[in-house]
C-alpha cells in the first residue's frame, strides 16, 4: 500500500488549519506523515522552519522530540494503538523549542472512500503535570548528587587494595582508607563474598570499556542494599595492570525511581480516568467532545450516537443506606452499561449519570443497544435490581456535540419519568 495523497486544494486547505494536529498513516508498522497543519507548526515551534524540513524530520523519527525518559512509554501506546483498535490518549514530555512541555495528543482512526486508514492527532499542553513531574524529577536528582559512592582501585596480579574512599573503607569495616590498601578481598570479607567480588573483576577484565552491573549486597552494617557497580581495567603510572571500581548505592534512587513511575502513570491517567468506576471521566468527555466539535465545524464528522444514562433512586440509596452503598450502586450500573455498550466508550460524566458515544457497529446496532438497556430494567424493576433511565439520540446536522446531547438527556428524562411510572 503507498502513500495516501489528498488532492491539492483539500491539502492546502487543512495544512493552513490553525488547529495543531497531524494526519498520519501506518504502513506496514511505520508511521508516515501525511498533513500537519499550520497549528501544528506553532505548537510545536517549527513555525520558523520551512514546512517540508519538518515533514522529513519527523518521517525520519517519528519521535525525535519526546524526551528520552518517555519514549518507550510513547512507543508502547503507539503500537498498541497500532494492534489494537481503540483511541490513541498519551501524556508525555516533548521539546518545544528549548524547553520541555507535556503535552496530551488524543487521534483516532479514519477510514477513506478507498479504503485507506488514516490516523487523525490532536495536541493539547498539559504544562501543570510537567510541573509536578518536574518537582518530583528534581528530588531524585538531588538524591544522586548527594548520594557517596564507594570507590576503590586494586592491583589486578596480586589483588590486592591500591586505595580507596572513605566510604569503602566504612563497608569493609575499617577506620580509615588505609586500613584497606594492601589487603586482599579476602583478608576483608567473608570467602562468598569475596568470591563474588573476584568473578565480577574477572568479567570487567574481559572487557575493553567499563563493566556495569547492579548487585544486592549487604552494606557496613549488614543490610541488603542495591549497588550500581562500575569496573573498569587501567594501567597506572606504575605501569601495573590495574581496577578501578565505583558502588553507588542506589537502592534508595532506585525506590524513587520506582515511585516516579507510579507517579508519571498516576499524572497520565489521572486527566481521563474516573477514580471510582475505573472508566473515562468528565475530562475525557470534553476532551473528545473538543474533537468532534472540530471535525463538526469543517464537515467530517462521520455518524454517531451520544446515550445518556442515569441511576434511578440514587439519592434515596444515599439517604437510606449510605453513600458507600450508593458508591456500589454506581459501581453496579457501569458495569451493566459497559457489558451493553461494549464496544463503545463509556464516560461516567456526573455523580450518577453516564454518557457513551457509538459509532461504528455499536451505531449501526443503536437501536437493539437501547432495547437491551430496556429489558435489564425490567428485569430490575421485577427483581428490585439497579434501574438506568436511558436516552439516545443521533447526530445528523447539529452544529455541536452539545445539540445532540441535549435531545439524549431529554429523551432519558422522559424514560426516566417512564421507569418511575412503572415501579410504581
Known sequence: MGRYKYGDEEFRFMENSGVPFGIYQVIEDRIYIIVLTKGFLEFFGYDDMPMEEVYQMHDNDFFIDVHPDDREIVKGIVDTFIHAHQDYNAVYRIKIKDDYHMIHAFGKRIVKDDGTELVYVWYNLEDEAYQKLEELRKSITDLLTNMPAMTFSKDVVTRQYIACNQAFADYAHKETPEGVVGLTDFEIFDSETANHFIEDDK????????????????????????????????????????????????????RIKREYAEKLEQVQSQASVDALTGIKNKNAYQQKESIINQRIMVRRQPEFAITVLDVNNLKEINDTLGHKAGDECICTACRVICKIFKRSPVYRIGGDEFAVISVDEDYENIDELIDTVAKHNEDAIVNRGIVVACGCAKYSDENSMSEVFNKADKNMYENKTYLKQQKN
Request: charged share 30%.
Open 203 to 254: 568479567k570487567a577484565l574481559a572487557m575493553d570499556k567499563p563493566y556495569i552491573f547492579f548487585e544486592d549486597v549487604p552494606d557496613a552494617a549488614g543490610n541488603m542494599r542495591q549497588f550500581q557497580t562500575t569496573k573498569l581495567r587501567f594501567t597506572d603510572n606504575k605501569g601495573r595492570d590495574c581496577l578501578l571500581g565505583l558502588c553507588q548505592d542506589v537502592t534508595d534512587a532506585m
